[in-house]
């Protein structure tokens, strides 16, 4: 019997959270955490087409509030992001704008599908002023096809994941979520004592 109580809801949250944070430009393993809710879905544990709405809806509302981040905040977004994470380095920031030159909305669909466009996409559809309708066609368009395909493809393989990854708990989803945002802290927390700590070595230095 598929729950349908607190834990099933927690773990559509769950789904959705994550995919929509990693669509904001965060680098968090939302690919994974879908394919995770899909194989607990093949398991019987949760119900694959709310999976499949909760990860469409929180790549299509991520994307949006990613989108309106880079149209407010502009190519400085990026600079700072680049000096502290290499996902945003100045020559993956440069082969992104040529993929949405040449390619355009394009980009934004088939993004999805892609590491690191799908963290880019938003922001960069914002920097570079696309017209937001056209973002979004191709935003929810993208966002429903990957949505689908991955949660298919992984419903359809969980007999023969188990054999790999055991049985799974919808609690292991949760805690696949709370990793993935304590190791981004913990990252961020790092970058930061590294950064202050070489200001004051030159300080240390002159006195």
């Known amino acids: 019997m598929v729950p349908t109580g607190g834990v099933a809801i927690l773990a559509y949250l769950v789904v959705g959270l994550v995919i929509g944070v990693e669509s904001m430009g965060v680098p968090l393993p939302g690919e994974t955490t879908l394919i995770a809710a899909a194989l607990l879905a093949s398991q019987g544990n949760l119900h694959l087409e709310f999976v499949i709405a909760a990860a469409a809806t929180g ?17 400085s977004l990026f600079e700072r992001l680049g000096r502290r994470f290499h996902h945003f380095s100045e ?15 394009w980009t934004v669909f088939f993004g999805r599908f892609v590491a690191l466009l799908r963290i ?12 937001y309708p056209k973002f979004l066609a191709a935003n929810a368009a993208g966002g429903i096809a990957w949505s689908t395909t991955i949660g298919i493809v992984a419903y359809n393989i969980g007999d023969n994941a188990d054999k790999i ?4 708990s919808v609690w292991a989803l949760v805690v696949l979520a709370l990793a993935a945002v304590a190791a981004y802290t913990y990252y961020r927390i790092r970058r930061r004592h590294r950064e202050t700590a070489a200001v004051r070595e030159p300080q240390s230095a002159d006195v």
Not at 165 to 168: A, E, I, V
Request: net charge positive.
């Open 120 to 131: 880019f996409a938003g922001p960069m559809a914002g920097m570079l002023r696309m017209p």
């Open 165 to 168: 990854f055991g049985q799974l």
């Open 59 to 75: 790549a299509i509302v991520g994307d949006s509030v990613g989108y309106y981040i880079g149209r407010k905040a502009g190519r």
């Open 91 to 105: 020559d993956r920031i440069v082969k992104a704008e040529k993929y949405f030159h040449r390619y355009g909305v």
